[in-house]
């Protein structure tokens, strides 16, 4: 995983006022909203014996534990330890780590390194026809496989005629050569595929967009954890068929993603289709996650230790970046615990 990046890491209409977990590197964080409405995000763990502070309440703006009621600010300082007489001195040690956090494009992005603020990158800018015209449908799944090789998959442009053959992939040329140009930014890449045209020409839906459609594939990488598909279908007119597919990928740990995605479209933005075309999404994610599940290592190889071929461009460009910055490191619950004990 990467260090210094602000990591997508829950969907905004998921945090109110109660406080919830949120698993990403083997560790709980625990996010609520204060009474201004601001997104607070501190480690899940009570410094005194290590309660689940999720399992709390929020008093006032402050979190008290679950198991024996101290209170701790949004700025991670213990104030009241209830068995204590008043006037007793809080021990220094009892603080917990916060996090920033910012909202944007409906998702909560929390920072995940030790960047002071004016050093941060920043927060990723989505393309605006899709965020502000187009009607999301959202998706939540927690899924075996790791969160670069699931990522990898959707910066793939040559598996669909494979993994997705028995849905979209079908109508794709399977014997035209794919090559394509990479542009590389300090915040991610992006490559594009045009395909000639779709296959069956007799398709109404040929008839619809005015001639065999040409399917264009761009697709965007996010650092650290978000991809992009913008996929248009028709002749570049303005009936063309267009959808988004941003997913924000959760590491839990080296075996387990949180996968959290929105389907934007343009066709059909009635609320009652919602459900359907949120089934079609979650339906071809899952396609991707059967096969990504079975790849012999979850953990992401060096590039030198697979094949690669031209096709596979964007991935290796994500894979430089991780090769490159990356902190290959999930804390062990074991771990974990000593750095917590340590800390106190
Ligand atoms: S474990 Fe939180 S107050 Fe004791
Ligand atoms: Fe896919």
Redesign the pocket.
């Known amino acids: 995983m990467l260090k210094n990046f602000w990591y997508a890491c829950e969907f905004s209409s998921s945090i109110t006022n109660k406080p919830k977990q949120v698993l990403m590197f083997n560790q709980k964080f625990v996010l609520y909203r204060n009474s201004q409405g601001k997104i607070v995000a501190l480690n899940d763990q009570?410094p005194?014996?290590?309660?689940a502070f999720s399992l709390g309440e929020i008093e006032k703006d402050c979190l008290r534990?679950p198991?024996?009621?101290?209170k701790f600010q949004a700025d991670g300082e213990c104030i009241e330890i209830p068995s204590n007489p008043p006037g007793t001195p809080i021990p220094k040690k009892a603080h917990v780590p916060t996090y920033p956090v910012e909202e944007k494009y409906g998702f909560i992005w929390l920072f995940y390194g030790d960047l002071p603020a004016e050093e941060r990158p920043p927060l990723p800018s989505f393309p605006e026809y899709m965020v502000s015209t187009m009607r999301p449908v959202y998706d939540d799944s927690i899924d075996n496989a790791n969160y670069a090789r699931l990522m990898e998959a959707n910066l793939d442009f040559t598996h669909v005629i494979a993994v997705h053959k028995k849905s979209f992939g079908q109508r794709i040329p399977i014997n035209k050569p794919i090559t394509y140009q990479v542009d590389k930014y300090d915040w991610g890449a992006v490559a594009q595929v045009n395909y000639e045209s779709l296959g069956n020409s007799k398709s109404i839906l040929n008839f619809l967009l005015g001639g065999r459609p040409e399917l264009k594939t761009k697709l965007t990488l996010y650092l650290p954890n978000v991809t992009l598909a913008e996929i248009n279908v028709g002749r570049g007119g303005r009936f063309d068929i267009k959808f988004g597919i941003l997913v924000a990928h959760l590491p839990i740990d080296e075996n387990t993603t949180r996968v959290k995605r929105v389907l934007y479209r343009n066709i059909l933005p009635v609320p009652w289709l919602d459900g359907f075309f949120r089934k079609i999404d979650h339906k071809l994610a899952q396609e991707d996650t059967v096969v990504v599940s079975t790849l012999n290592s979850q953990t992401m190889p060096k590039i030198s230790e697979e094949i690669h071929v031209a096709a596979d461009a964007l991935d290796i460009t994500f894979r430089q970046f991780l090769q490159k910055s990356q902190v290959d490191y999930f804390p062990s619950s074991h771990e974990k615990d000593k750095q917590s004990i340590d800390m106190n």
């Open positions: 009570c005194h014996r290590g309660a534990c198991y024996h009621g101290w």
